[in-house]
């Protein structure tokens, strides 16, 4: 069977502490999020999805280590996941240790209704500095315009600017890169100047407050496709628009 196309949601939090209640806020807020969805099954090395019936106590007690194991639907025929994993400070902004929260749901109409929220449940059930939505793929092109020596160029082959990678950048306020669906903590939207009601009145057409202060920011109305020029000129503007995205000037 083909896999369906995918939507990628990855946010970047505070490293995971024992007994951290943030992994159950995140699955919970997810449920919430996108009605029906039930996140009650571990994936095993192999074999089919193992249900949880009891869910909830399992994963508390799977995380008294810092961990976020990974989850799914158990619908092998339209899979959601979702897992965290940490990262040390060695190579992450500001040299503090992070927790990644990624998750991975069919790309259809009702999940493109929902992405928003969906994005919102799991950025502050984790507490997250920063994160995004965006469609299978974005990764390779993403991957072109990090900048790895300074002779490089200063353009990707898109034309996009190019960034500076993830160790470079001085706090983890400040977003590596933008995506379709974008979501920025209240730290992190005054670290890169958002909003500007002269400057954002577009961006805020298509924006969204969090009960923390943060903000969800779309870009596009349909999903970002980096070959429609239309959507490539929007990414390009929004990158003009904040400089501070991948370390460019300082915040």
Not at 206 to 234: E, I, K
């Amino acid at each position: 069977m083909t896999r369906p196309r995918s939507l990628t949601f990855i946010v970047y939090a505070p490293a995971l502490e024992g007994n951290d209640g943030r992994t159950l806020d995140v699955i919970h807020g997810m449920e919430k999020a996108l009605p029906g969805l039930r996140l009650a099954w571990r994936i095993p090395e192999s074999g089919p999805p193992i249900a949880l019936p009891h869910r909830d106590a399992w994963l508390a007690e799977m995380t008294q280590d810092g961990k976020f194991p990974l989850l799914c639907n158990g619908d092998e025929s339209y899979p959601v996941t979702i897992s965290g994993r940490g990262s040390s400070g060695r190579l992450s902004p500001g040299g503090q240790a992070r927790l990644e929260v990624h998750a991975e749901i069919p790309l259809d109409a009702p999940v493109i209704a929902a992405a928003a929220a969906v994005l919102e449940a799991v950025a502050e059930g984790s507490h997250a500095h920063w994160g995004h939505a965006s469609p299978y793929g974005y990764g390779s092109e993403v991957a072109q315009q990090f900048r790895r020596s300074p002779h490089g160029p200063e353009r990707s082959p898109r034309g996009l600017p190019m960034l500076n990678l993830p160790e470079k950048l001085p706090t983890p306020a400040i977003p590596w890169f933008l995506g379709w669906l974008n979501y920025w903590s209240a730290a992190t939207a005054r670290s890169i100047g958002f909003p500007d009601p002269a400057r954002d009145a577009e961006l805020l057409t298509r924006a969204r407050r969090t009960a923390s202060g943060g903000w969800v920011v779309q870009l596009t109305d349909v999903p970002l496709a980096y070959d429609n020029p239309a959507h490539l000129d929007t990414l390009l503007r929004a990158y003009e628009r904040f400089p501070e995205i991948g370390g460019r000037a300082a915040p």
